[in-house]
């Protein structure tokens, strides 16, 4: 039996987001076991929200603010994930010819998305916006930074259109390392916070409906690029740069923000006074390959500063008769036009408003190009979008460029077909020695220069790779198994190269071996092999052997469990040999799901998420976020545990940031019910020898200080063979000077160090009922405590204990099965987590867990 049985508590999936937060995009998997748990528990790792499960396994994730796409990416990276995909609408079988009408009660007004002659319009004098949704909608996976006064994202037309940063969780402390702090919804330059949201000024929420207001989603107006009925759309990256003005002395740092963040455009829609620190952070966002988009300003003269500068794309004004807007800027600078007049959009205080200006005519075109970006197979850079948007757009004025309309009014649709043209494609037949597609059958064809690949049809072994024309790409052919093939193609705009690869199938070897459990256990099928192209599992007996390995392939063995032995990480198989190890499995808990049982004394340690940890999520902490107290005496004290050979010993892994010298911590065993507790060294001493007086709780005693990174930590515990002891992670801190804490995860107990009182429960899911419905489990516990103890059962429901009944008397080595059946309770449709625990003496020995599924 594991240290303690994870509780997979579906309320405990995903972190806490804000009301703005988009929960439309999902992903389904299946686990690499096939068990619907072990899914559970993967969505929990990556702290996604379980949308369904069923029988077989498949589970349903809410990505968050994480676009579905890149969610499949990492996914499809993780050893435990069998299969990963985007859920995508699919159509009805029914014929369709017109362009997609959305239900946006104040669509009809907005003439700039479809002009019908309304209030006397010219008919088609509009960015195309129908015509392009029949192509795009929007992709969640392109991002468009609006540099502005703030945007009320929690306006219900512009809810799940925000930008999230996933590197980033709200705890005070700066994850992803980029010099901002809880920066996860953008960022507030004019006051230096982490709420880009306004206080006052409602322009950049009239800003951000002209790009991401929600389509069709019966609300308000629709955005040119903000999806449909919910779903999809580009993400907005609000960047607050000023509310009564925009300030010229943060622009820049938000331009670069922008860039380092990932945006793919930025729109401006500003005038400020002419800055060497601007005009180097638009030099750079051009280098970067974003596309910088800005308004021409509405003086009716020159275009202002900074859409003057050459590496921005200036933007002048229109009318719904396709004539220039009287207040708009001209100049020969200007490169595009856009709808300028009466536009209806989202406003401050979840209202909409008709307002007129080339504010809303350079999002409308960041929009478009959102558009654009979203319908090509790979992201295209900053000239690429420049070049669809100028051929595509509507030419109006003097023939050519000009400078009132520059290249013309944008047409979305237009622009699309554009891009489209200038795609080409490398298409061929990948062949493989002796025809063998079973060793290869994940064949993949990259253009090594964009990162863009594609699977390699099984049926026919051919491939068709859409590139940007015009250029020279690397193309390599490879997969696990094979010597890749590379070669360089030439692909025209529109046009096919053809290329034929053929990689080398490599020699192959193999691996053989045994798995024992440290606890007598049955090991079968407890192994699993990455990448899954090697086949192996454990039998009855212990064994396992896997052939077929191809030479200098990196094999990784994974168990249910923590493995030693030869080499259990990784192994790098060589043609024709075969690779024996000896595996051993050990008790473990990673705190992920439960606490594991731990007595905390002396209070700051907690049990969560943390600023990191070795295996994400949770772990224990002194304290878990913050910094620890001064004249701290902290104790965290496991449950009891058994010492049965000479050889046990405990491992996990730490990270500390304490007062070098002075603040730190250090293990204690304390045995039987001893309450007094020695110091026991780990293997290779301690760094710090002895504490000094000022450390009240360490004084004299040797241990950790200073600043560790996380780092496994072995401690013998032989010399205590036959008693039962308790293990204490023990803080101590002087009178002044503090540092951030001790984060303890990943505890594995090895060599005879077993926990007292084993608990196991089965089933460990059930799926599909409904509250009344009777729910039948067995319960099994063994007693190692070497006493008596009079033990009673406690469910735990979603983390809150429940119902307590008898479990009876289990005498010392007794082990006893136990069959309940209880009524489900009322409780809302969704998973939940019911968690069953053996009490006894006051405290909770050992836990099991359950998932239950209930239907509506």
Request: hydrophobic letters at 40%.
């Amino acid at each position: 039996m594991p240290f303690v049985i994870p509780l997979l508590c579906a309320a405990g999936v995903g972190i806490g987001v804000a009301a703005f937060a988009d929960r439309s995009e999902t992903l389904s998997f299946r686990a690499a076991s096939g068990r619907a748990t072990d899914a559970l528990s993967i969505a929990r790792r990556h702290g996604f929200d379980v949308a369904r499960v069923n029988r077989l396994g498949i589970v349903d994730v809410h990505t968050g603010e994480l676009p579905a796409p890149e969610a499949a990416r990492r996914f499809a990276l993780d050893p435990q994930v069998a299969w990963a995909e985007v859920a995508r609408a699919g159509e009805w079988l029914i014929s369709d010819t017109d362009p997609p009408l959305p239900d946006d009660p104040m669509f009809e007004d907005q003439w700039h998305l479809e002009n019908t002659g309304q209030e006397g319009g010219t008919p088609g004098a509009d960015i195309g916006a129908r015509d392009a949704w029949r192509i795009s909608k929007g992709d969640s996976g392109v991002v468009i930074a609006a540099l502005d006064s703030g945007v009320e994202l929690e306006h219900i037309d512009l809810v799940g259109s925000a930008w999230r940063n996933s590197d980033e969780i709200e705890n005070g402390i700066d994850d992803d390392q980029n010099g901002f702090i809880d920066d996860l919804w953008g960022w507030d330059f004019a006051n230096d916070n982490n709420d880009p949201r306004p206080t006052l000024s409602d322009h950049g929420t009239l800003v951000a409906g002209t790009i991401v207001a929600r389509g069709s989603n019966g609300e308000g107006v629709a955005g040119i690029a903000g999806g449909w009925g919910g779903e999809g759309g580009v993400r907005l990256m609000a960047l607050q740069i000023g509310e009564n003005q925009p300030l010229s002395e943060v622009l820049d740092d938000a331009i670069i923000y922008a860039i380092d963040m990932g945006a793919d455009i930025i729109t401006m829609s500003l005038r400020v006074s002419p800055s060497q620190a601007i005009d180097e952070a638009v030099a750079e966002a051009r280098r970067a390959g974003v596309l910088l988009v800005a308004a021409a300003g509405n003086t009716g003269g020159e275009v202002g500063y900074p859409a003057s500068l050459p590496d921005a794309v200036a933007v002048s004004g229109t009318t719904r008769d396709d004539l220039l807007w009287s207040s708009s800027a001209r100049g020969a600078e200007i490169e595009l036009a856009a709808p300028a007049d009466e536009i209806w959009t989202t406003d401050k205080g979840g209202g909409y408003d008709n307002v007129s200006g080339t504010s809303f005519a350079a999002p409308l075109v960041a929009g478009a190009a959102g558009l654009v970006a979203s319908a090509s197979p790979f992201l295209p850079v900053r000239d690429d979008l420049l070049l669809s948007l100028a051929s595509g757009a509507t030419d109006l004025g003097a023939p050519g460029r000009d400078e009132e309309f520059g290249w013309g009014r944008i047409d979305a649709r237009g622009a699309i077909d554009v891009r489209n043209e200038l795609i080409g494609h490398v298409f061929g037949s990948v062949h493989l020695p002796r025809g063998d597609w079973a060793l290869a059958r994940s064949v993949r064809v990259e253009a090594a220069d964009l990162g863009f690949e594609v699977l390699v049809d099984e049926a026919d072994q051919s491939y068709s790779l859409p590139l940007p024309g015009g250029e020279e790409h690397m193309i390599i052919a490879s997969a696990w198994g094979l010597g890749a093939d590379t070669a360089w193609a030439s692909v025209a705009p529109g046009g096919i190269t053809d290329l034929d690869l053929e990689p080398v199938v490599l020699p192959v070897g193999g691996i053989e071996g045994t798995l024992a459990d440290e606890e007598g256990r049955d090991t079968a099928g407890l192994l699993r092999f990455v990448p899954e192209m090697a086949h192996g599992s454990v039998l009855s007996d212990g064994s396992f052997e896997v052939g077929g390995l191809p030479q200098d392939s990196m094999i990784v063995i994974q168990a249910r469990g923590v493995l030693r032995g030869s080499a259990p990480e990784s192994l790098v198989v060589q043609g024709g040999d075969t690779v024996s190890v000896a595996l051993v499995l050990s008790p473990s808990q990673d705190f992920d799901q439960v606490d594991g049982g731990m007595e905390v004394q002396g209070g700051v340690w907690a049990h969560g998420v943390g600023p990191s940890s070795n295996s994400a999520p949770a772990v224990w902490g002194a304290p878990l976020l913050g910094g620890y107290p001064n004249d701290a005496d902290a104790s965290l004290i496991s449950p009891p545990l058994l010492v049965e050979g000479a050889g046990a010993e405990v491992s996990f892994f730490h990270q500390m940031a304490a007062e070098d010298g002075f603040d730190g911590g250090n293990l204690g065993v304390s045995v039987e019910d001893d309450t007094s507790w020695s110091v026991v060294v780990p293997s290779g001493g301690y760094p710090h020898a002895s504490f000094p007086n000022g450390n009240g709780a360490l004084r004299g005693e040797p241990g950790w200080t200073g600043a560790i990174d996380w780092r496994r930590v072995v401690v013998p515990l032989g010399e205590f063979e036959g008693e039962k002891i308790r293990l204490r992670w023990h803080l101590g801190s002087d009178g002044s000077l503090a540092g951030e804490g001790w984060w303890i995860d990943d505890l594995v107990l090895h060599g005879g160090l077993v926990p007292v009182l084993d608990v196991d429960l089965e089933p460990s899911a059930v799926l599909g009922a409904r509250p009344g419905d009777s729910v039948e489990a067995t319960v099994s516990a063994t007693n190692r405590s070497g006493s008596t103890i009079d033990a009673r059962l406690r469910i735990v429901l979603d983390g809150v204990p429940h119902l307590e009944l008898p479990f009876g008397t289990l005498a010392e080595g007794e082990s006893r099965s136990v069959s309940i059946t209880r009524g489900i309770p009322p409780m809302a449709p969704g998973l939940h987590g019911v968690a069953v625990e053996i009490v006894a003496g006051g405290g909770a020995f050992d836990a099991a867990g359950m998932v239950l599924e209930l239907r509506p």
